[in-house]
C-alpha cells in the first residue's frame, strides 16, 4: 500500500526566503507525482504535475524534483512571499486505477 | 488548467436528510472522478472512484450505501449522503483528469455541516 509522508508538517519562514518542502512515498512505481496548494476551507489548486520519466518541473518561482527510485521530491520556493501561506499537498498517482494519494501536508506561514 | 466544477460549496442540512454534492468537469470528458473526504487540519482521503456507466469502487471502511455515488455522464458525477448525521460534517472534494496518468484537477470542495 503507497505512504506519503511530508516533512515538515508546519513551517513559519520570513519574506523572502527560499525554502524546500519534502515529499517521500514508499512505492516508487508512480505514474506521476503532483505538488498541490490547498487555502483554509478551499479546493485544491495544482502547482506542479511531474510524470514519472521526468526529474523536475518549474513553474514562476517553483520547482519541483522528483527521485523516483528513492521515493522522494521535494518542492523548492524561491523568494517566498506572505501570499504563498497555504498547506502543500504532495500526491502520487501508482497502481491502476488512477488514484492520488495524498501525503500528510506541509502548513507554510509566511511572515512580513 | 482544465476546470471542475464543485456544488454546492457549502450546505447544512438536518440530521437524517440527504444532500447531493455535485462534481462537473466543464471543459473534459472524465471518464473517471474521485471523491475525497478531509477533516479539519488533515489530509485528503479517498472514498471512492466514480465511473461514468458503471458502479462506483469504495475504498474500504466507506459505507456505499450510505455514500451514493452515480456517473450517469461522462462530465457529471454526483455523491449523496443519506441519512446524515453530524459525524458526517466534513469537507468533501472531487477530483478528475482526463486519462491515467494526467494531471487532476479538483472542485472548491464542499462544506457539509449536519446539525
Known amino acids: 500500500k503507497q505512504e506519503v509522508t511530508q516533512i515538515p508538517a508546519a513551517l513559519s519562514v520570513p519574506e523572502g526566503e527560499n525554502l524546500v518542502l519534502n515529499c517521500s512515498f514508499t512505492d516508487s512505481a508512480i505514474y506521476n507525482l503532483q505538488w498541490f496548494r490547498q487555502d483554509p476551507g478551499k479546493g485544491l489548486t495544482s502547482l506542479l504535475l511531474?510524470?514519472?520519466?521526468?526529474r523536475e518541473q518549474t513553474s514562476g518561482r517553483l520547482n519541483a524534483s522528483l527521485d523516483k527510485s528513492s521515493g522522494r521530491s521535494t518542492l523548492y520556493i524561491a523568494a517566498s512571499q506572505p501570499g504563498d501561506s497555504a498547506t502543500y499537498l504532495c500526491a502520487v498517482v501508482s497502481g491502476t486505477a488512477s488514484k492520488l494519494t495524498f501525503g500528510t501536508g506541509t502548513r507554510l506561514q509566511v511572515t512580513l | 488548467g482544465a476546470v471542475v466544477s464543485q456544488h454546492p460549496s457549502w450546505v447544512i442540512c438536518k440530521s437524517g436528510t440527504s444532500v447531493k454534492i455535485e462534481c462537473r468537469s466543464l471543459d473534459f470528458q472524465a471518464t473517471t472522478m474521485f471523491w475525497y473526504r478531509q477533516f479539519p487540519k488533515q489530509s485528503l482521503m479517498l472514498m471512492a472512484t466514480s465511473n461514468e456507466g458503471s458502479k462506483a469502487t469504495y475504498e474500504q471502511g466507506v459505507e456505499k450505501d450510505k455514500f451514493l455515488i452515480n456517473h450517469a455522464s461522462l462530465t457529471l458525477s454526483t455523491l449523496t449522503v443519506t441519512s446524515a448525521h453530524p459525524e458526517d460534517s466534513s469537507f468533501y472534494i472531487c477530483?478528475?483528469?482526463?486519462?491515467?496518468?494526467?494531471?487532476?484537477?479538483f472542485g472548491q470542495g464542499t462544506r457539509l455541516t449536519v446539525v
Open positions: 511531474i510524470q514519472s520519466s521526468q
Open positions: 477530483s478528475a483528469s482526463q486519462s491515467l496518468g494526467t494531471e487532476a484537477f
